[in-house]
């Protein structure tokens, strides 16, 4: 087992917040729905615990509002909460008024329920682009110490390629910002992502092995592996969405408990906030001044 420590991260949401589902359900559809986040969460937690493994949990603030008793539970359990803002909405998609104020709604219900004070922040999706650039400042500005919105890879919904691949900088006026990249390996000169979610669950187990081990061992860099709650759920309801959609959410999810069991055998891991400070970030994003609001 390599010494290095990798982030252990988790997006605690419902299966009908995904944005694959912006176009099924509303907003306000959300409400009827069969909730199954606390259940699941709580299996992952259990999980968790077996392997004497701590977590991220960046929560969602309209679950947070509605399951304060889970978010107690978790911050009970050691792991770190941090936030996943409130209403799930694709970052490029709102304004910086827009994202500020779903910001703090969601800072404030999360830190109601956990006691503690949140120090990092992940979008919906990965959505902090080269579109949403400015979201940085506004994190900043609001007093998050560190993010994990920035996937340096190209992809249909998400995704900043010309992003360094692992924890760096962002300069923010008289205030910096770590971020902590979802994870990739090189190869042939492409970034290819391995270390989580549909990656995780869709390809093969031995390709996020492989790419956890070689980060590890190869680049002596910590991976930054993340996963949903509802994807140790395979009797969640089916929702209707394009065949893509349908692929990239159902795909092997009575697959995903076993393959997690084994990577929490595999390799070590600790809540991201615990990973960044033995990592001092040395590259910097560059951005171009039309990038920052």
Request: glycine share 6%.
């Amino acid at each position: 087992m390599s010494a290095v420590v990798n982030a252990m991260t988790v997006d605690v949401e419902d299966y009908f917040h995904v944005s694959a589902f912006d176009r099924v359900l509303t907003r306000d559809d959300w409400p009827a729905q069969e909730s199954r986040v606390e259940a699941n969460t709580e299996r992952l937690l259990a999980l968790l615990a077996e392997h004497h493994v701590r977590a991220t949990c960046f929560v969602l603030g309209w679950v947070a509002e509605r399951c304060p008793g889970l978010v107690k539970t978790i911050a009970a359990g050691g792991h770190e909460v941090a936030s996943h803002g409130y209403w799930h909405r694709l970052v490029y998609t709102q304004t910086p008024d827009e994202f500020r104020e779903d910001l703090r709604r969601a800072r404030g219900v999360i830190e109601d329920a956990s006691g503690t004070r949140l120090r990092g922040y992940r979008a919906p999706s990965f959505s902090i682009t080269a579109q949403s650039l400015w979201a940085l400042d506004v994190l900043a500005e609001e007093g998050y110490d560190y993010d994990a919105s920035i996937f340096p890879i190209r992809h249909d919904r998400y995704g900043l390629p010309t992003a360094p691949r692992h924890i760096f900088r962002v300069q923010c006026g008289a205030r910096d910002l770590v971020e902590a990249p979802g994870s990739t390996v090189r190869i042939a000169g492409v970034k290819m992502p391995m270390a989580g979610g549909g990656y995780f669950r869709i390809l093969p187990y031995a390709w996020t092995r492989w790419g956890i081990d070689r980060l590890n061992r190869v680049e002596r860099q910590p991976a930054v592996f993340y996963l949903h709650p509802w994807e140790i759920d395979p009797h969640q309801p089916r929702l209707a969405a394009d065949a893509l959609g349908r692929f990239r959410h159902y795909r092997n999810l009575d697959r995903t408990e076993g393959r997690l069991r084994r990577l929490l055998a595999e390799f070590r891991f600790a809540p991201l906030g615990d990973v960044l400070p033995a990592q001092p970030p040395a590259a910097v994003l560059e951005r171009a001044p039309a990038a920052v609001a």
